[in-house]
């Protein structure tokens, strides 16, 4: 993988992810690739994914040990059954120690096996129709601020033409205010109205009461208010006391994965409940209202959205649930200083806050998740693809054979890979590197065209009996997850998920459907 390459100069803005540390895919100067997948696959990467499949091969061992015993003893002798019969009814302490011995370890495995996680239902926030922000009232408003001169007013215009945002995206009411009102009671109210839009709407669609659920998760990059936001839906709707509740910021666009992480765990500790993933973006204190052209971008980029996630680790909870959620990576690079301020907050030379992106993020990037997908691919490749990808990586280290690691194709794993919708350019790049199909990306060019850079929510989309993979990034981390259907999911246009930002991480998640069809999810922070 190059790093640092140099592409041929381009005049086109390519568009980024989310001021906090989202993957940033603008760039002024001569364009930075993506890394290059056809290079040396890093070892240290490979070996954290068979170290996981590896911890888990007692499972495989187990199932034919165990139809052997019951083969065998299908063929013995009907004397020697009778035999063992006798033998026992004179064996009374025998036959009740092995019996507790049978219950004991019964007990510890139904104790110690890890608790299924099913993906039952999620809302998307859809604005009123009035909170539209189309190209031309976007231009007229923001040259009706007097925040910009014409060389900025222009710049933000060729940007916004470039990114893919379409007319239908949403801003909160303040910012049509001229001028716009970024005070902490209107970044309240748009937080409000966005959280408790799509709450509402997901304990209409369920069964579910807010007193039922045990655990809450809420993201939001910069905005992180006290009382925090998972303070403000706990009061909302009078959830119970015990409830346990984390709120996580300046995580950026990766941190909607990021949060399914941390439900997930909680989810294997607390048993029998509930968990509700909230993943939110905050515009309103977050305009940027200088001169300084690396942090304008994301005011053409980002706007209003979010998704909340129903979580259940109730085994009953299968049969209505959408997916089951089985594998997620996170890669962090935050130990690298080049990768910790590739997105930075901070203020320019006249005391205005914005988000500085780095000329490199789009390098940094591409390592981060060719991390990640190395670390999953042992998890969730076919064992063909696995063993071609050993033997060339045998060849190449070992027998010092001039030939290339092979690149696993990960579309034999997946049906869906939902990438970040952080800009039209991002989503090229990751479409040619992973030599991936048009139809493989357009639900994230869709959501892009539809909602805009939503941050951490742009990758909840879902097609229905579909496998899935979702990858998330910031400037830190990278994450991703993998589900599996289990019900059929209804379609809808969706919001995707990330990872987080600091430096450039990426998760990366697997769910599965009810055909056990695979959808990856991978978003860098």
Not at 84 to 110: D, K, P, S
Not at 152 to 180: A, H, T
Not at 310 to 315: A, C, D, T, V
Not at 422 to 451: N, Q, W, Y
Request: with cysteine; hydrophobic share 40%; proline share 6%.
């Amino acid at each position: 993988m190059t790093k640092g390459g140099q592409g041929r100069p381009v005049e086109h803005l390519a568009p980024m992810t989310r001021p906090s540390n989202d993957i940033v895919s603008l760039h002024i100067t001569p364009t930075r690739r993506l890394s290059d997948f056809l290079q040396l696959v890093n070892l240290k990467h490979v070996k954290p994914g068979y170290d996981y499949l590896i911890r888990h091969l007692v499972k495989l061992f187990s199932v034919p040990l165990l139809l052997g015993t019951f083969l065998g003893a299908r063929h013995r002798i009907p004397d020697d059954a009778w035999q063992l019969r006798e033998n026992l009814q004179f064996n009374i302490v025998n036959l009740i120690a092995c019996t507790a011995w049978l219950v004991f370890v019964g007990t510890l495995y139904m104790m110690w096996r890890p608790r299924p996680i099913y993906l039952i239902d999620f809302a998307c926030y859809v604005a009123d129709s009035k909170c539209k922000v189309p190209k031309s009232l976007f231009m007229e408003r923001l040259r009706m601020t007097g925040y910009f001169d014409e060389k900025g007013v222009e710049f933000q215009e060729k940007i916004l033409d470039r990114s893919g945002v379409g007319d239908e995206s949403y801003f909160p009411p303040s910012m049509f205010e001229i001028p716009p009102n970024p005070s902490m009671r209107a970044a309240r109210e748009e937080s409000n109205t966005v959280m408790f839009g799509y709450l509402d709407e997901l304990f209409a669609t369920t069964t579910i009461k807010p007193k039922d659920v045990g655990i809450l998760v809420v993201n939001c990059s910069i905005f992180c208010p006290t009382p925090s936001l998972s303070s403000m839906i706990v009061n909302k709707y009078k959830m119970r006391g015990n409830i346990r509740t984390y709120n996580l910021g300046g995580m950026g666009c990766s941190a909607g994965v990021i949060a399914i992480d941390v439900a997930k765990d909680m989810l294997q500790v607390h048993g029998n409940t509930y968990a509700i993933v909230v993943t939110t973006k905050n515009i309103t204190l977050n305009w940027y209202t200088g001169e300084r052209k690396v942090m304008l971008i994301p005011n053409c980029l980002f706007r209003v959205g979010g998704a909340a996630i129903l979580l259940s680790n109730k085994r009953k909870d299968k049969r209505v649930s959408k997916y089951k959620l089985h594998h997620v990576v996170r890669t962090h690079k935050g130990a690298d200083d080049n990768c910790y301020k590739c997105v930075f907050q901070e203020e320019d030379d006249k005391g205005k806050v914005g988000v500085t992106l780095s000329r490199d993020l789009m390098t940094i990037a591409g390592e981060a998740l060719k991390a990640n997908i190395t670390t999953l691919g042992p998890l969730v490749l076919p064992f063909s693809e696995q063993a071609r990808f050993i033997s060339s990586l045998v060849a190449h280290k070992v027998l010092k054979m001039d030939v290339k690691p092979y690149i696993p194709d990960f579309k034999q794993a997946f049906n869906h890979i939902c990438m970040h919708a952080g800009g039209r350019a991002v989503i090229d790049k990751i479409e040619r590197t992973l030599k991936l199909d048009p139809e493989h990306c357009e639900p994230s060019r869709m959501t892009l065209h539809r909602f805009g850079n939503t941050s951490s929510s742009s990758i909840w989309a879902i097609k229905s009996g579909k496998s899935l993979s979702e990858a998330a990034s910031s400037a830190t981390a990278l994450s991703g997850k993998h589900c599996d259907p289990l019900s059929r999911p209804r379609v809808r246009a969706g919001l995707n998920a990330s990872t987080d930002t600091p430096c450039i991480s990426t998760t990366s998640s697997k769910f599965v459907t009810p055909n056990n069809r695979k959808m990856v999810q991978t978003v860098p922070e």
